[in-house]
Nanobody
């Protein structure tokens, strides 16, 4: 049974920090690319950051220099360190896994949420001004 369980969300003031975690189980972690997405009501799910098995990372322009994605392969756990948070970062944050094969077929389009096979339940991040 595939599970992606996020934790670490909460409410902070602008300029603050949060660290999200995502514990993965039920699939071969090394065969999947991991990513964080976020979504606010009425808007499409947005790719925030991704990390592949080689440790290469990519970020949305809106979070570059403030967010850091990482993973612990031994623990099958994904992280998102979020610093200098802004009110516009307020969203539900989701952990997701995409098959390396599928992403490769589509040219590594990591931010396309339709390419992701597995999703967590989400964790809410609220940033107040």
């Amino acid at each position: 049974q595939v599970q992606l369980v996020e934790s670490g969300g909460g409410s902070v003031q602008a300029g603050g920090s949060l660290r999200l975690s995502c514990a993965a189980s039920g699939f071969t972690y090394s065969k999947y690319c991991m990513a964080w997405f976020r979504q606010v009501p009425g808007k499409e799910r947005e790719g925030v950051a991704t990390v592949n098995n080689a440790g290469s990372t990519s970020y949305a322009d809106s979070v570059k220099g403030r967010f850091t994605i990482s993973q612990d392969n031994a623990k099958n756990t994904l992280y998102l360190q979020m610093n200098s948070l802004k009110p516009e970062d307020t969203a539900m944050y989701y952990c997701a896994a995409a098959s390396n094969v599928l992403l490769s077929y589509y040219g590594g389009s990591w931010s396309v949420h339709q390419l992701y096979n597995y999703w967590g339940q989400g964790t809410q991040v609220t940033v107040s001004s």
